[in-house]
């Protein structure tokens, strides 16, 4: 059976098993695979690969591969300049845009809290997460490797972390989203930006005695949902505080 040496670099060693993390290792596969179907059989979305070298040249996933070749993989670079080298996708993303998996609501929601453009589809399969992935260029969130593994996919992260909090702090360290944050400034439910309106526009929604105690208010044109500075909203300022993400409010 024929072999290529393999050395995965980064954060793609979280996909291998301890005795092939962070360094060279030999891996047997029958035929011409293209490198893309070995490296996924290895453990690894293609999602996470921005580059493959093969004894030293940069090559597209469907690169058969022979036998008794040096392969090197490295991933996705949102932020490094690699532009000397091939790159897998054409163009780099303008805005960085995420779709959550149904399992990752609460992720979607404290992006969503943080100002992320983050939507989180209620209901979709698999496939139709893929799809929204494709048609808005959003970046697919998950924990479900197999969800990465589809072969029409193009951008998508594996989620390390369990727990909510710590996936939104993984999200924003990893994609370096830092600088960008605007907290309440989108609807934590259907993801749209919010816009200031003045008590008398919210009335129907609004109870008198909110109305009489806060001046801003604002409002989803989405989904028609009213926000104002309560006491959901200094729970959440708490909190970005204790994950170090407080920077100055929108609203
Ligand atoms: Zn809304």
């Known amino acids: 059976m024929p072999a290529a040496t393999f050395r995965f670099y980064e ?8 005795e092939r993390r962070k360094r060279q290792f030999s891996h047997l596969f029958r035929g011409n695979p293209s490198i893309k179907d070995v490296i996924e059989a290895i453990g690894v979305p293609h999602t996470e690969i921005d580059i493959i070298l093969i004894d030293g040249r940069s090559v597209g996933f469907g690169e058969p591969l022979r036998g008794g070749e040096r392969v090197s993989v490295y991933p996705v670079f949102e932020r490094l300049d690699v532009s000397p080298l091939v ?29 992320v453009d983050t939507l989180s589809p ?21 924990r479900d490797r197999g969800l990465l593994k589809r072969a029409r996919l193009q951008r998508g992260y594996w989620i390390r972390s369990s727990k909510p909090r710590e996936q939104l702090v993984e999200v924003i360290r990893y994609f370096q989203l830092e600088g960008g ?37 604002f409002a989803c044109p989405g989904c028609g949902r009213v926000y104002w500075q309560g006491s959901h909203y200094r729970r959440m300022r708490q909190l970005l505080k204790k994950l170090g ?7």
């Open 122 to 142: 209620p209901d979709s399969d698999d496939a139709a997460i893929v799809e929204l992935s494709l048609a808005e260029r959003r970046i697919v969130l998950t």
């Open 11 to 18: 954060e793609l060693n979280d996909f291998l098993p301890e």
């Open 245 to 251: 993400l407080a920077s100055e409010p929108v609203c």
């Open 181 to 217: 944050l605007t907290p309440f400034s989108r609807c934590l439910i259907c993801n749209s930006l919010l816009g200031p309106v003045n008590g008398s526009a919210v009335e129907k929604v609004v109870p008198l005695s909110v109305r009489a105690s806060q001046t801003g208010f």
């Open 87 to 115: 790159r897998l996708r054409a163009r780099p993303l303008r805005r960085t845009r995420f779709v959550v998996d149904v399992h990752l609501e609460r992720l979607g929601r404290y992006l969503r809290l943080v100002g």
